[in-house]
């Protein structure tokens, strides 16, 4: 009997397997888009003009690099950079350094404060298709209590360029608090 229920039982699924009809494909609701114009603009970009989204989790690097200025834990700033670094300060001025130069620049800045916060008011990823390389845009309100009790704020906004997941070049623009 028991052998009898598994035999109906297997033929039943069999049965129902061969008994689907085949699918019929659904109709083709994706609309076609046509292409847009092209634009003609009235420069050309001296680095790139083909941007597209780029690597979040390269965010996360900036910004927990910035979390551990803030939290001044300058030690771990090394693991975020390349061998070589190229910064552009305030100024615009370019400075080669190597990773532990600047992780010392670093460090001799946020000596200056007993106070400091980082407040992101954007981030972006970017990636220059043309050039590949990665991006990440930060713009950040910072404010810091000196050494001697000043209280001074900037907003400012850095290019973060990437290799390897490290970072290899840093471009800063400032606007200081009147």
Not at 121 to 140: C, G, M, P, Q, R
């Amino acid at each position: 009997m028991k052998k009898t229920i598994l035999v109906l039982m297997a033929a039943g699924f069999f049965a129902s397997c061969a008994n689907n009809a085949p699918e019929t494909p659904a109709a083709d609701t994706t609309a076609t888009v046509a292409a847009a114009p092209a634009i003609t603009y009235p420069y050309t970009a001296k680095y790139s003009s083909d941007f597209s989204m780029g690597k979040p989790e390269l965010i996360k690097v900036v910004l927990d690099m910035y979390k551990a200025v803030e939290d001044n834990k300058m030690d771990e700033l090394g693991k975020y950079y390349a061998d070589s670094v190229i910064r552009y300060n305030f100024a615009q001025k370019e400075i080669k350094l190597t990773r532990d130069e600047m992780v010392k620049l670093a460090k001799d800045f946020r000596a200056q404060f007993k106070e400091f916060s980082e407040t992101p008011v954007a981030f972006t990823a970017l990636h220059s298709n043309d050039k590949n390389e990665d991006w990440v845009v930060t713009w950040i309100k910072e404010k810091v209590v000196y050494n001697n009790g000043k209280v001074d704020s900037t907003t400012y906004q850095e290019n973060w360029r990437f290799r390897d997941g490290k970072i290899y070049m840093v471009d800063s623009y400032a606007k200081y608090a009147k």
